[in-house]
């Protein structure tokens, strides 16, 4: 691994490389933060996906492209006398000692779980009204239910054991069922919401991460699909011409593989 000299020298390397972009770049030198924006999102989802498949060389190609972006960012908020990269790090970094008394002050910690109730309750001391204002509005629903969960649960809003949750689950599924058999659309939705919400709590008891639990089922039905497909054309047959009980010879192949 790199020394922390070689390390502060490639950060170097990477602001001036910005800095002659931005100088020289007719693209670069156009961008804005709004014009940026979701392209960062993009990158991010990027290196979601290569987290996800373990695949470490990619990761760092990836992590590549998110710094530059975090770069870019301040390299903007430096011409227009806002901020640059040295407020953003020493920003963090105040942030990060702040809330983190048990290592720069002299709170006492027992567990991970003092630790998150500690950060949460920091952050009402700093003026927030409440502990779910640092969800974004535009997260992703699974994963924005996976935060509110969660940092409700870093102010002691929580069950107590995880059988609790899958009695709530269940309940939930008998509601959703009475609404089905009562043929109501908006209930139906409604209460289809509520047991997606408590699956995501389980799976926070469970030490689960949803989004990845999700994904990961997401990308073996593609691989299995897509084995179908291939099958399917070898055999020099269409998909919409074949009967379930043939596609599921393929599919079942696909489980095996």
């Not at 987290?51 to 990761?59: G, P, Q, R, S, V």
Request: hydrophobic share 35%; proline share 2%; glycine share 4%.
């Amino acid at each position: 691994m790199n020394t922390r000299e070689d390390q502060l020298k490639a950060f170097d390397r990477l602001l001036t490389i910005m800095d002659e972009l931005r100088e020289q770049c007719p693209w670069d030198r156009k961008q804005t933060m709004e014009s940026l924006r979701h392209l960062t999102i993009e990158e991010t989802y990027e290196l979601g996906d290569a987290i996800l498949d373990k695949d470490m060389e990619e990761i760092k190609k990836e992590l590549g492209d998110v710094l530059l972006h975090l770069v870019f960012y301040s390299k903007i908020g430096s011409e227009t006398n806002d901020f640059d990269i040295a407020d953003v790090a020493n920003s963090i970094c105040d942030k990060l000692i702040d809330r983190h008394p048990h290592i720069y002050g002299d709170v006492k910690v027992e567990n991970e779980e003092d630790v998150k109730r500690n950060w949460e309750n920091l952050k009402l001391k700093e003026g927030k009204k409440s502990v779910l204002e640092g969800v974004p509005r535009s997260l992703p629903a699974v994963v924005k239910a996976n935060r509110i969960q969660d940092k409700v649960a870093g102010v002691g809003f929580d069950w107590e054991e995880p059988q609790q949750v899958f009695e709530k689950l269940k309940e939930e599924l008998d509601e959703l069922q009475h609404e089905i058999d009562a043929d109501n659309k908006d209930e139906i939705e409604a209460e289809f919401g509520d047991v997606l919400f408590s699956m995501i709590n389980y799976a926070r008891f469970l030490d689960i991460n949803p989004e990845n639990a999700l994904e990961r089922t997401n990308k073996k039905f593609i691989k299995r699909f897509q084995y179908l497909e291939t099958k399917a054309n070898e055999n020099n047959k269409a998909l919409k011409d074949m009967t379930l009980a043939e596609m599921d010879v393929f599919w079942n192949e696909a489980k095996k593989q």
